[in-house]
């Protein structure tokens, strides 16, 4: 019989003892008076300590929430159930107090539990709203002295809609534990829906057993050798990790951005993983070795892991913080394989798996006498890998997933969480945004699947090749490229899944006929159209190129303006290129062809504009040398346009591009306390006309009546004061976040801060104030109850419709197509003839306009 290799035995022992059937001769665990006060485990050491260093701290706060779609969910029942889970486990109830010098955990037999419900069904942005108050109480710090160290909501969204928000301290808590209070919480609430009293397999144990069984083992244990180890493992000067944004320095305050790997390369991964004997987690966290190495001159790496410490089965069903910390260190080079990467990472974990046991803080101390100053943090990096809380459980008569929250802290500089079930593989980076932008990070996202994708298929490549075959990371990407999803479905916005391949096969119905401007006609072919992303690391625009020469834009559009709505509603920017467009007679076609209805008449005007046809407009006149900012069309009227249409009839020798941006992204990046002020004040648009300055009001409401005027003020809700010299202000309050009439989504729409005074180019704004005063200003913008909006408010959004900024130039015959409340446009300075032709179609009328009242 061959005899197992050493490897193999230490791998048999670890997995013994995870499953709780290790050697005989361990120590039971026992039930620990219930006066008597605990002292804390080795971990929960850790956080402690981290807490008086840093008093206040919410960086160790989780949350996890289910999202639960009933028609009969009953809130006190399930308020119930889960009281009945808080008095289960001791963790739950559990405090930290000095005992003279010494930190111990304190139960209490009952505590007030925070529960409360917050219906907010009505507010103007549900999932919005949630997200901010869910984000407000994971960054509330507890105080580890008093109990408990959770906070429960139920928020209402909808008549059968909810979402039971969990958040807890690390101290008291893991990954694994939400999974088991949700499980048990579903138990409950059943046996309770049917008048029953819940049953509940009952516990051996409580965690407060567990560390005073553990603070006992680890006295008698001599960790001598295991220190050593240690200290020759991660001894030396430790090298920081080379990011792709230097000489910074980590702040903590984090973001995350979710992706999903598609079912083709999970698929890839499983068959690699059997073919190769080797596990997903060592496959993708092999990956993510490999992914650091490309970001920078990385050769000698430190990634945290989390192992679990549920390490016997009477543990398995405690809540409570059963996590160690571990280093893998690897030392990479450009000429090694992936397969040799993944066979060193294997080695390396079975060695250090025979030292993890050493509590973490012990081995923090042991380096921090012997490393030299200036050594970076022994973890920057972390990585954690889950087959667990994938699917939520299933509570009676109710559908429910999980949801994971931006609590917008980074515990490291960047981690790497994913989680597998049968149905695939989905995952989150989370980042330090001192380090990362979103823009990067979506983009990391992108080069971290091309990493998978071709260790996978072809073990044999190096990492040098990888980073050739990847690219510069420099240049930064969108975010719209990253869906926010969670495991089991989407998450947040509702935003569509963006689809960013090659080709689109474009298949019309037999009757259908395509003209190409010679007039002869094709049918029957379905790839007449190539769509794909314009910028290589873009999601928009969309580019839309005819495989036929000469195809006719307009006759096209016409036969198959079904495939070009669902192009823009998918994409929202789109970018017709190559046709024959037929000048300003084939733009009015092609704007007829994609759209319904009337088209606006550009009325309530900021800017000059000229007609060129049917309400087909020339583009803002502005000075040439300075640009204008991002904004939607008509963001401040009660009827906006759906759909925005360009021309580049004559595109400018140099400059004068059209900018655009996303602002669904525009909404997320801004502050949420801003958010939250506009949101409930609305913004309030003062415009003064026939002042010297600006337009008359002539020019702006197209007529030289008072009494037309007043019936279009009257009409769409603006206040109206007629001044000494034929002068007119006009005072409009609207909302500042709508939600798209179409995906459910909250949108940054308005022209709040193309408006204000203090967005101006500063040469005209201190015109202008020196000329006019503040009061009597073209327009500016305030809250929505008169309130000053400070100029700090502004440069921040400023700065959020800058991250969102995509740029391109025109070429003559381009026409574009925007969806108006998703994409916002703009202008660059130019130089020469510019002539961009401009329409609006398909009105959008919000009847939740407010009034001003003040």
């Not at 989780?62 to 808080?86: G, K, M, P």
């Not at 244990?221 to 430790?238: R, V």
């Not at 049917?614 to 009660?638: F, K």
């Not at 007043?710 to 206040?719: A, G, M």
Request: proline content about 5%.
């Amino acid at each position: 019989m061959v005899r197992p290799s050493t490897d193999r035995l230490a791998l048999l022992h670890k997995m013994l003892t995870e499953h709780g059937i290790a050697s005989p001769a361990d120590q039971t665990i026992r039930r620990r008076p219930e006066e008597v006060d605990a002292p804390l485990s080795s971990a929960q050491q850790r956080l402690w300590f981290l807490e008086q260093f840093d008093p206040g701290t919410s960086l160790y706060n989780d949350a996890l929430t289910v999202r639960i779609r009933s028609d009969h969910f009953d809130v006190d029942v399930f308020r119930r159930a889960f009281e009945v889970v808080v008095a289960r486990h001791e963790s739950l109830r559990t405090s930290f107090i000095l005992e003279g010098t010494r930190p111990v955990q304190h139960v209490d037999e009952k505590v007030r539990i925070p529960f409360r419900l917050e219906d907010i069904r009505h507010y103007p942005d549900v999932q919005g709203t949630m997200e901010e108050i869910i984000v407000d109480d994971v960054r509330e710090p507890f105080l580890l002295d008093e109990a408990p160290l959770f906070n429960a909501i139920l928020f209402r969204l909808d008549d059968d809609e909810w979402v039971f928000s969990l958040t807890m301290h690390h101290i008291i808590s893991d990954a694994v534990s939400y999974g088991i209070i949700y499980s048990e919480v579903s138990v409950a609430y059943e046996a309770l829906l049917q008048g029953k009293s819940p049953v509940l397999e009952p516990l051996p144990l409580q965690f407060a057993d567990y560390a005073a069984w553990e603070s006992s083992a680890l006295k008698e244990t001599d960790f001598g050798d295991k220190i050593a180890y240690w200290k020759n493992y991660l001894g030396g000067t430790l090298p920081a990790m080379d990011w792709p944004v230097r000489n910074v320095e980590p702040a903590n305050a984090g973001s995350l951005l979710r992706f999903e790997f598609p079912p083709s390369l999970h698929k890839a991964i499983e068959d690699f993983s059997r073919s190769a004997r080797l596990t997903s987690n060592q496959i993708l966290l092999a990956c993510y070795f490999a992914l650091l190495h490309t970001l920078g001159d990385n050769k000698d790496l430190r990634v945290g892991i989390p192992s679990s410490a549920r390490n016997r089965s009477e543990l398995q069903n405690l809540v409570g913080f059963f996590v160690r910390t571990v280093i893998l260190r690897l030392e990479l080079s450009p000429d090694m394989s992936f397969q040799d990467l993944v066979t060193r990472l294997r080695e390396t974990s079975l060695d250090v798996s025979q030292y993890e046991d050493v509590p973490f803080e012990q081995v923090v101390q042991a380096l921090r006498s012997e490393q030299p100053s200036g050594t970076a943090p022994l973890i920057q990096a972390w990585f954690a890998h889950m087959k667990g809380l994938v699917e939520a459980p299933q509570i009676a008569g109710a559908e429910t997933t999980y949801e994971i929250v931006d609590a917008k802290n980074a515990r490291f500089e960047l981690s790497l969480i994913l989680a597998e079930s049968d149905s695939g593989i989905s995952g989150i980076f989370e980042y330090d945004v001192e380090l990362f932008s979103a823009d990067m990070v979506a983009k990391l996202i992108d080069r971290f699947k091309a990493i998978v994708q071709q260790a996978v298929g072809r073990p044999a490549v190096t990492l040098k090749e990888l980073r050739v075959n990847l690219g510069d990371l420099a240049e930064p990407s969108t975010v719209p490229t990253v869906l926010r999803e969670t495991a089991t479905g989407t998450y947040g916005s509702g935003r569509k899944k963006l689809s960013l391949t090659k080709t689109h096969a474009f298949a019309p119905a037999p009757s259908k006929v395509a003209s190409t401007s010679t007039g002869a006609t094709s049918s029957g072919q379905e790839n007449w159209v190539d769509v794909e992303p314009l910028l290589p690391d873009k999601s928009i625009p969309m580019v839309v190129r005819p495989k036929l020469n000469g195809l006719n834009l307009m006759e096209w559009a016409r036969n198959n303006s079904r495939y070009v709505e669902d192009l823009l509603w998918e994409h929202r920017a789109l970018l017709f290129r190559g046709f024959g467009s037929g000048g300003i007679e084939g733009f009015q076609g092609f704007v007829e062809a994609a759209s319904e209805g009337e088209r606006l008449e550009y009325k309530d005007r900021s800017t000059p504009r000229s007609s060129y046809g049917h309400r087909i407009y020339n583009a803002t006149v502005y000075p040439q040398d300075q640009s204008i900012r991002l904004h939607n069309e008509g963001s401040y009227w009660t009827a906006w346009p759906k759909k925005i249409f360009f021309s580049a009839v004559t595109p400018a020798a140099v400059g004068g591009e059209t900018p655009i941006g996303d602002v669904q992204n525009v909404f997320e990046w801004i502050d949420p306390k801003i958010r939250r002020e506009f949101e409930a004040k609305g913004i309030l648009y003062v415009r003064n006309y026939n002042n010297g300055l600006g337009l008359t009001w002539q020019e702006v409401f197209q007529t030289q009546e008072h009494a037309e005027v007043e019936r279009y003020c009257r009409d769409n809700d603006i206040e109206f004061e007629w001044k000494e010299g034929d002068k007119l202000r006009t005072r409009q309050c609207r909302p500042a976040i709508r939600k798209h009439h179409m995906t459910g989504e909250s949108l940054w729409f308005n022209h709040a801060a193309f408006f204000h005074v203090s967005a101006l180019e500063p040469a005209m704004r201190d015109m202008f104030l020196s000329e006019l005063g503040e009061d009597d200003l073209p327009y500016n913008t305030y809250f929505g109850d008169g309130a000053e909006i400070f100029p700090e408010v502004i440069a921040h959004i400023l700065t959020c419709y800058k991250r969102a900024k995509v740029m391109f130039p025109w070429e003559e015959g381009d026409v574009a197509l925007y969806d108006n409340m998703r994409i916002a446009h703009g202008r660059q300075p130019f130089q020469g003839e510019r002539l961009t032709l401009v329409a609006m179609a398909e009105i959008h009328r919000d009847s939740k306009d407010l009034r001003q009242t003040g």
